[in-house]
């Protein structure tokens, strides 16, 4: 059973910048397509950013395209999301998503139980 503990999130200001952590048990991190969701309040979790079982060609939502980093370890079979310039739009609760398929970006089987990031101005 895939199991994911996201970390590291935070208050931070306007400008900021933030890494969250997933880390990943049950699986070796390269049997696994894992991504980033977010859910700012009263709105639907979507994803921001995806990486594939190979780490190569990252994917992101355009609101966070040139401010976030999604990087794998597989040395400590986690996923980071770094988060540049951070906007107050950002503010949500962030999730760590994974499934063990390749290429399939609509299906996800695992799920962390969030962390919260507020960006204050």
């Known amino acids: 059973q895939v199991q994911l503990v996201e970390s590291g999130g935070g208050l931070v200001q306007a400008g900021d910048s933030l890494r969250v952590s997933c880390a990943v048990s049950?699986?070796?991190?390269?049997?696994?397509?894992v991504a980033w969701f977010r859910q700012a309040p009263g709105k639907e979790r979507v994803r921001v950013a995806v990486?594939?079982?190979?780490?190569?060609?990252?994917s992101y939502a355009g609101s966070v395209k040139g401010r976030f980093t999604i990087s794998r370890d597989s040395t400590k079979n986690a996923v980071y999301l770094q988060m540049d310039d951070l906007e107050l739009e950002d503010t949500a609760v962030y999730y760590c998503?994974?499934?063990?398929?390749?290429?399939?970006?609509?299906?996800?089987?695992?799920w962390g139980q969030g962390t919260q990031v507020t960006v204050s101005s």
């Open positions: 998503a994974a499934n063990t398929f390749k290429h399939v970006f609509s299906q996800w089987d695992y």
């Open positions: 049950g699986r070796t991190l390269n049997s696994l397509t």
């Open positions: 990486t594939s079982r190979s780490g190569g060609d990252p």
